[in-house]
């Protein structure tokens, strides 16, 4: 699937399905609801490459994501206000506190 929800605010599966939206996000306050189905971005089929690809193009830009989706028997075109390009999370150890992630992984490698 496709999960962009730290940069769009969306999860997807391979087909399109729209499984999350972010309360809050791009997608959210562009109009995306969960248990839609994207179809195109940017006037090119829906694939992981093609949702990736846009939110880069719009790194740093003006112009919104086209989505056009479909909702039971609904089609829509939305316009995503999406330019960070694509983010992720990024842990990082408060000090002071326990090293719970070195705790996981050395109990994981024996």
Do not use: W
């Not at 605010?9 to 306050?29: F, H, K, M, T």
């Not at 994207?38 to 003006?62: C, H, M, N, P």
Request: charged content about 30%.
């Amino acid at each position: 699937g496709v999960d962009v929800r730290y940069s769009m605010g969306l999860a997807l599966n391979e087909q399109g399905d729209v499984i999350d939206v972010v309360p809050g996000s791009p997608a959210d306050r562009g109009g995306m609801v969960a248990g839609a189905k994207l179809l195109a971005v940017g006037g090119r089929q829906f694939s992981s490459e093609v949702v990736r690809a846009a939110i880069r193009d719009a790194k740093g830009g003006t112009s919104p994501i086209e989505l056009i989706t479909k909702d039971g028997d609904i089609y829509k075109t939305l316009r995503v206000e999406c330019h960070t390009g694509e983010r992720y999370p990024d842990l990082e150890r408060v000090a002071g506190q326990a090293d719970l992630m070195g705790e996981i992984t050395r109990a994981k490698a024996k």
